[in-house]
């Protein structure tokens, strides 16, 4: 049977690499071009490895979508960790709080063609960002 | 997956697969660091031809290991980006600014020698 | 309803088009209200279909004579087999409009006989002028038939006009669809012509960008670019942009993500044709120009290429060449 989602839990940097797969095999279902497919797992990429560094443990979760006859996935990266204080500042190129992080949020904002982000401290963070096939 | 290390005269040559995670890249750090010391080697060229892509943790760390071994003697060529992999990591914004780059392995050697 | 044994299977393809084109049920519906086609018509309709079998055959048969005399519809009917197979279906189309039921299928045999027209290059004055002759033709014979009710005689003319302003909407819409189709694929094929990457000797590629460049473009440039890079393993790539009228900030970041990646494939990149104007907008909005490796021209940016890849080019002098 096809899948259209993937769901894949974050604790170790182990599922980073999975996730990033899995996300990808199911992009190329899509039409997805290589050089998109590349994008789409560059941006899983930072953004399982936010959760890895900073909550320890959540979820990234990809769907293909369709809208208004364009064709996309939707990726969601949920925690449930200590939430960012500052989204205004973890938006700006070159923030990081343990020298790890730098461009990842705004590099993955760049890479998709929306992106939202919504954080409380203490509760966790939730990025729901999206890519078109071009 | 442990990323292999041969030994080629007096360079080393790193080999690095598609499903590559944080901790084998670590590794690697550590082993090529050991290595070029216990072999006298003055060059080390990384090949990332099978890998599919490249992230900020990724880009640092193969800027460190460079870092690392050029305190350690040995100069790094990163050969085999893909285009996909390149492009995705310039619209990241990450770049890889003072590491020598080469086309192929071939030329990484011929960049060492 | 219909004698279903001559009538044509309408084609997956007419049902794929109206889907396409959004041509729903809602939509249909919509387009009978507008045209104030109600279900009266459709009995009037039904009523003129008795007549309709009885002059069917003259009436195309002055259709066709009309087309005939004509140079541009003329030539579609060259061979007389064709014409007879032409005859035989304009008459099954001319009865379909007294024959009820005008539904999902109806609407995907009108869309049909566009995109047939569309495609045999048949321009829409004609399709036009012959449904304006079919109009006159059959309403002469409905007038004369109810001589002594014009009342009615009007009432059914209009219930038939209204359906063929129907079709022609139709018509019209599959027309535009399809040209509009084919003019967004042209303009991909151009988009690629566009941008050729020349591979001028080994390891040495030139690619001359004309025209404006919006993100889009900018992006499919990139990525071709560096595919060439790894398929004919260059070593120097030099990008002319004489030919880009303007480069704005983002063009410009662009062009430095290109300079980027081409380096961690092991490539170098030169820019070339950067006008002076250019040049002073990029420092003005701040563009970091210093990584990026540009020659004023195209030639000098071909010889810095040939002295990175340690040619040495001189002319040959003709006595002792070798």
Not at chain 2, 33 to 48: A, E, W, Y
């Amino acid at each position: 049977m096809k899948s259209f989602q993937v769901s894949v839990s974050i604790i170790s940097d182990a599922d980073i690499v999975t996730a990033r797969q899995q996300a990808r095999e199911l992009a190329k279902t899509f039409g997805f071009s290589s050089s998109e497919l590349a994008v789409i797992a560059a941006a899983i990429s930072e953004l399982a490895r936010n959760i890895v560094s900073y909550a320890k443990k959540g979820t990234i979760f990809v769907k293909l979508i369709q809208e208004q006859g364009k064709k996309g996935v939707l990726i969601v990266a949920e925690d449930q960790g200590p939430g960012i204080p500052d989204l205004h500042l973890a938006m700006q190129d070159g923030y990081s709080t343990m020298n790890s992080l730098g461009l990842g949020l705004p590099g993955v904002k760049r890479l998709m063609d929306t992106f939202e982000i919504q954080s409380t401290v203490g509760q966790g963070t939730a990025v729901t960002a999206k890519k078109w096939v071009m | 997956m442990k990323v292999p290390i041969l030994k080629q005269g007096n360079i080393l040559i790193a080999t690095i697969q598609s499903a590559l995670t944080d901790q084998d890249l670590i590794s690697l750090k550590d082993n090529l660091s050991h290595q070029v010391i216990q072999h006298r080697s003055h060059g080390v060229v990384i090949d990332i031809t099978e890998l599919d892509v490249m992230d900020s943790f990724s880009t640092r760390t193969l800027r460190n290991i460079a870092s690392i071994l050029k305190l350690r003697g040995a100069d790094t060529v990163i050969v085999g980006m893909q285009p996909d992999v390149a492009f995705a990591m310039v619209q990241l914004g990450l770049t890889l600014p003072n590491v020598k780059t080469a086309r192929d392995l071939e030329e990484g050697l011929t960049l060492l020698k | 309803m219909e004698k279903d044994t001559e009538s044509e299977p309408t084609s997956s393809y007419a049902y794929n088009l109206m889907k396409e084109m959004k041509l729903d049920e809602e939509e249909i519906l919509h387009r009978k209200a507008w045209l104030e086609f109600e279900e009266p018509d459709v009995n009037r309709l039904l009523e003129l279909n008795d007549m309709a079998q009885g002059y069917a055959t003259e009436v195309i048969e002055s259709l066709y004579d009309h087309f005939l005399k004509f140079d541009d519809t003329k030539k579609f009917f060259e061979d007389p087999q064709v014409l007879n197979r032409v005859k035989n279906l304009q008459k099954k189309y001319f009865l379909r409009l007294t024959n009820g039921n005008y539904d999902d299928q109806y609407i995907q045999e009108r869309i049909k006989i566009g995109s047939v027209h569309a495609s045999i290059g048949l321009d829409v004055k004609w399709y036009l002028g012959a449904y304006g002759f079919y109009l006159r033709a059959v309403g002469k014979r409905i007038f004369k038939a109810f001589k002594s009710n014009p009342e009615k005689a009007l009432e059914s003319y209009f219930s038939l006009e209204k359906l063929v302003y129907m079709d022609i909407g139709l018509a019209i819409d599959t027309y535009i669809y399809q040209r509009e189709a084919t003019i967004k694929i042209q303009q991909e094929a151009i988009r690629e012509l566009s941008t050729p990457v020349l591979q001028l000797r080994e390891e040495l590629l030139i690619l001359p960008i004309i025209g404006a460049i919006d993100s889009q473009r900018a992006r499919q440039l990139t990525e071709q670019l560096l595919h060439a890079i790894r398929d004919k393993r260059a070593k120097v790539v030099v990008i002319d942009i004489t030919g880009v009228p303007t480069v704005d900030s983002r063009v410009a970041n662009h062009l430095v993500q290109t300079v980027d990646a081409s380096r961690l494939m092991g490539a170098t990149l030169i820019i070339t044709g950067l006008s002076a104007e250019v040049a002073q907008t990029l420092v003005t909005i701040g563009v970091d120009l210093a990584k990026i490796n540009t020659v004023g021209d195209l030639q000098g940016g071909i010889e810095e290429a040939e002295r990175i890849l340690g040619y040495h080019v001189t002319k040959s002098l003709e006595d002792d060449s070798k």
